[in-house]
């Protein structure tokens, strides 16, 4: 049974994929794209749409492209890819002394990778679950940002925190993103995009951590536009159109499966 529920998930996930990238898919047509009978596709769309993930349509489902599942599902998704992408993130540290760092599954994952950093470091962070990963590290001075509190992300966003962003000036923003595409970052949850937003806009340099199920797709706000001043750390090497238009603006490509492991 646990056999079988893996690749149950594994399923699911492979489905949220498609469907991010073509918003509006058939049911024979995912039948025929993951190998798989179109009876099974069904059940695989009713325990979506029941999870809030996609929205049942004749014949098909369409994703609801304006929302992502909550911090707590997204953790246990594509979890290998984004602890190397953590790893290598890590690794371009190097002359960094103070960060920013959103909140999100690739950048709590960052966060637990950054622990072990043995120097000084002053981290400032509008996620409660990175400031209480890193606090353990007594050579970090971690600031956590104020504001209200979006329970889901376990962000803290809102007007006080944006003024707060506004008061520091830091070396790097460690950022992930809801969607990837060759203009920039996008996010697609609006408090969220507003508090990433102006953390870039306060950092002499950007790291995007996103994995490839992002590449190539949009969401709801945008929070970055591509320059010589931002970094994508990713999982697979973006397709050749997408990494030309990145390159052709300056932008660092980092594919974290290339990168030596620790």
Not at 165 to 171: C, F, K, L, P, Q
Request: glycine letters at 8%; proline letters at 4%.
């Amino acid at each position: 049974m646990p056999k079988n529920q893996s690749k149950k998930s594994r399923r699911h996930d492979r489905i949220l994929d498609v469907l991010r990238v073509d918003p509006a898919k058939r049911v024979s047509e995912l039948a025929r794209d993951l190998g798989v009978s179109a009876e099974t596709i069904r059940r695989d769309l009713a325990d979506l749409d029941a999870a809030g993930s996609i929205k049942r349509t004749y014949g098909g489902a369409v994703r609801r492209s304006n929302l992502e599942p909550a911090l707590s599902e997204r953790l246990k998704l594509h979890v290998a890819e984004r602890e190397r992408i953590a790893r290598a993130a890590v690794g371009l540290l190097d002359g960094v002394e103070s960060l920013y760092i959103g909140g999100g599954a690739t950048t709590l994952l960052f966060a637990r990778a950054m622990s072990a950093v043995d120097r000084h470091l002053t981290v400032l962070t509008a996620s409660f679950q990175v400031a209480i990963e890193l606090a353990a590290n007594p050579q970090f001075d971690v600031i956590s940002l104020p504001g209200n509190i979006e329970l889901q992300e376990g962000l803290l966003h809102g007007p006080e925190t944006l003024r707060f962003i506004g008061e520091y000036n830091v070396h790097c923003a460690i950022v992930g993103a809801s969607a990837v595409d060759e203009i920039g970052v996008s996010e697609a949850l609006p408090s969220a995009a507003g508090v990433y937003t102006a953390m870039i806009g306060q950092a002499q340099q950007t790291i995007v951590v996103a994995d490839r199920s992002k590449l190539g797709t949009k969401s709801l706000k945008r929070i970055l536009h591509w320059g010589e001043d931002t970094t994508l750390v990713t999982d697979s090497p973006p397709s050749r159109d997408m990494a030309l238009s990145l390159t052709g603006k300056g932008v660092r490509i980092v594919v974290a499966s290339d990168a030596a492991d620790p």
